[in-house]
C-alpha cells in the first residue's frame, strides 16, 4: 500500500482505478540513489522510465570536450526517462542524484501497455512532453533575449520558489549547486557566474551560508529579471 500511496502523488496516475493501481505497483521497482550517483548515462539502453519519489535529480549532457550541459532538475512527483517511450534507443545523456533519491522505475514495455489500456493516462504524458518542449523553448528565448544578470536573476527566483525554505526571516535554497551547475544552467562561464553572484551579494539580493544560496531581496531579483 506504501508504493500505491506514493504512485498517487504523480499526476498521471490520478487516472487509474485502485485496481489499475495495484497492477501498475506489480511491475514499478523501488531503488534508493546516494547523492552524486549516476541513474543512467549515454549509452545505457533506454528500456526504463523513471518517476522520482523524492530527492533531486540533475539531467545534463556532455559535449565532446568534455563541458556539461544541465538540461534541466528533476523533483518528486515528476517523470523522466520518457523518451524511452517513443524508442529503446541507447540514452544520450546522464541522469545525477544531485542529494539522496528515491526512484521507482517501470520497464518501459510495462508502461506502454498500461497507456495502451488507458487513454487519459497517456494523454497526461503527451502533455508531459509538450511542456518539456515549451520549457526548452523558454530557454533558447532566455539565451537570444536576456543578458546573463537578467538569466541568473530568473534562475535564482525559479530555484527559491521550487528549493527555498525559511529560516531566520530569510529564503534558502536547500539543493546545494556548484557555480559551475549554475552557470551551465544559464549558458554561462564559471567565472562569468561568479562575478555576476558576487555582484548580487554586494547589492544585497542574496548572500551565502557555506555553499547554501540565501535569496535576501526577490523583488530586486525580480526587476533584474526583468530588465529594470
Not at 45 to 56: A, E, I, N
Amino acid at each position: 500500500m506504501d508504493k500505491i500511496w506514493h504512485l498517487k502523488r504523480f499526476n498521471f496516475f490520478t487516472c487509474l482505478s485502485q485496481g489499475e493501481m495495484v497492477e501498475f505497483s506489480k511491475v514499478t521497482i523501488e531503488k534508493r540513489f546516494n547523492k552524486k550517483e549516476m541513474i543512467f548515462l549515454p549509452g545505457d539502453q533506454g528500456d526504463k522510465v523513471y518517476l522520482l519519489k523524492s530527492g533531486v535529480v540533475k539531467i545534463s549532457k556532455y559535449s565532446d570536450n568534455g563541458k556539461e550541459i544541465i538540461l534541466g532538475m528533476v523533483n518528486p512527483g515528476e517523470i523522466f526517462g520518457e523518451m524511452a517511450l517513443v524508442d529503446k534507443s541507447p540514452r544520450n545523456y546522464v541522469a545525477e542524484a544531485l542529494m539522496d533519491s528515491y526512484v521507482c522505475i517501470v520497464n518501459r514495455d510495462d508502461f506502454v501497455r498500461h497507456l495502451q489500456r488507458n487513454s487519459e493516462m497517456s494523454l497526461h504524458i503527451t502533455k508531459i512532453f509538450g511542456l518539456k518542449f515549451k520549457r526548452l523553448g523558454q530557454k533558447v528565448e532566455d539565451l537570444v533575449f536576456r543578458n546573463v544578470f537578467q538569466r541568473l536573476a530568473g534562475l535564482l527566483l525559479h530555484l527559491v520558489d521550487t528549493y527555498g525554505y525559511n529560516k531566520n526571516d530569510q529564503q534558502y535554497i536547500y539543493v546545494k549547486l556548484t557555480h559551475y551547475d549554475i552557470a551551465s544552467l544559464i549558458g554561462s562561464t564559471r567565472e562569468t557566474t561568479t562575478a555576476c553572484l558576487n555582484d548580487f551579494k554586494r547589492q544585497g539580493l542574496i548572500d551565502f551560508d557555506g555553499r547554501r544560496l540565501v535569496i535576501k531581496d526577490t523583488d530586486g531579483l525580480q526587476a533584474v529579471a526583468q530588465g529594470h
